[in-house]
């Protein structure tokens, strides 16, 4: 299949989620049945004559190996179209380029420091305006709609304040103004939590780096849409930009994609253990996850995810006792980045989301983000024990 199609296969359509993890886009190889889709390191491709060929002709343009990823994780969205990049944020680069200057994005007031930074920084130079409103009250941005908003950019959860936007419900706005496309950040959630495209998002996108690759050793990212429109728009900045994804880091995203499901299923089991122990210490002032009942989102997060996911943020009174706790873990590794089967932790206003700093976006310099990974869930609880013992 030719790179620049990416779409799942019409027989992955009736598989369930696992069984498209570890088939859809992956036959076996037909020259010499290799079972795992190969690793195709190779620059250019020959051709039978000029301008015939197999569908490949230079790697920055398709690689096979990148077919078999964007075919994947196009399955996994249930969507028609899937493209790959080098990055999370080269994958919201694509989709920002879909904007004209004078547009203005529309973000919420909890998302990623990287991709304020890319909106604000770089974007705004090229004459992009922006604002972040609290979507978890859709209404209000229906009744406050910026002027010339041709984009809404949402993350749900959100990082790192665990925030869920009910995606049907600020969808429902969106469509109000048949100009703007509803973005979802589905990097936290995974599409085996929760198919943004299915509540009425117009496209979503992936840090692959995170719980897709699974294992702390790839960097990627991944859109996912059903328009016709954007997957030509996003493959044509693919191969004109070029910040495409290697066959080796295709083939490393493609093997963590296979068990994504089990893996989430441990996550979640091991976030709620270690949510039992900070809803309980008395010295953890506030616990942020969508499974807790007294959160604010979690009736849209049962509404629209499967379970609640492996990411938990809580706060600890003080920068101070953040600190403490963000360099006193052993099996939680101080470190940026998520998703994949070692707990991390991190201590965000510092680290991940220190280019929000002084802005709208700023988040509290008490709070702590861990990543809680797949090990044995009472090793990870008295780890975090002994940490909360030193505020």
Known sequence: ??????????????????????????????????????????????????????????ARTGNPTR??????LAALEDASFGVSFASGLAA????????????????????????????????GRAGITWSAHDLTDPTALGRDWPDNTKMVWAETPTNPLLTVIDIAAVASVVAQHPETRLVVDNTFATPYLQQPLAHGADIVVHSTTKYIGGHSDVVGGFVATNEAAVHEHLTFIQNAVGAVPGPWDCYLTLRGVKTLGVRMDRHCTNAAKVIELLSSHPKVTSVLWPGLAAHPGHEAARKQMKDFGGMVSFRTGSRDGAMKVSEGTELFTLAESLGAVESLIEHPGAMTHLSAAGSPLEVPDDLVRLSVGIEDSADLVADLKQALELL
């Open 92 to 123: 919201e680069d694509a989709i920002l380029r879909l904007l004209e200057p004078g547009d203005h994005i529309v973000m919420g007031n909890d998302a990623y420091g990287g991709t304020f930074r890319l909106i604000s920084k770089v974007f």
């Open 1 to 58: 299949m030719s790179d620049s199609t990416s779409t799942e296969s019409d027989s992955s359509k009736g598989w369930g989620f696992d069984t498209r993890a570890i088939h859809a886009g992956q036959d076996p190889e037909p020259t010499t049945g290799a079972v795992t889709v190969p690793v195709f390191q190779t620059s250019t491709f020959a051709q039978e004559a000029v301008g015939k060929h197999s569908g490949y002709e230079y």
């Open 67 to 72: 077919t078999a990823l964007q075919t994947a």
